[in-house]
């Protein structure tokens, strides 16, 4: 059974970081392109980075220069560094493992930034 159990989401202010984990079992994560998505309230779902089993990476317009999208192999977990964060980052951010013909995601954790 694929889980991918996302952790890290909080409130935090304006200007601030943090790290989102995306850990996954049940599936051979070296052939899996990974992505962090997000909705925020009112809005549809969108990218906001990807990591391909490579490691080459693309990110959303809005995030460039802030977010960071990383993958550690051996445990099968990949990360979204967010830093200088602002009030529209707030969303549920979703993990996502895509292979071929096989979609999977995460059930999604929220953050929020707000003073």
């Known amino acids: 059974q694929v889980q ?3 952790s890290g989401g909080g409130l935090v202010q304006p200007g601030g ?3 989102l ?3 996954a079992s049940g599936l051979t994560f070296s052939l899996y ?3 962090w998505y997000r909705q925020g309230p009112g809005k549809q779902r969108e990218l906001v980075a990807s990591i391909s089993r490579g490691g080459s990476t693309n990110y959303a317009d809005s995030v460039k220069g802030r977010f960071t999208i ?3 192999y051996a445990k099968n ?3 979204l560094q967010m830093n200088s964060l ?3 980052d707030t969303a549920v951010y979703s993990c996502n493992a895509y292979w071929n013909r096989y979609d999977y995601w995460g059930q999604g954790t929220q953050v929020t930034v707000s003073s």
């Open 21 to 23: 984990s995306c850990a």
């Open 33 to 35: 392109a990974m992505g």
């Open 17 to 19: 970081s943090l790290r």
């Open 77 to 79: 977990t990949v990360y």
């Open 70 to 72: 990383s993958r550690d």
């Open 86 to 88: 602002k009030p529209e």
């Open 4 to 6: 991918l159990v996302e």
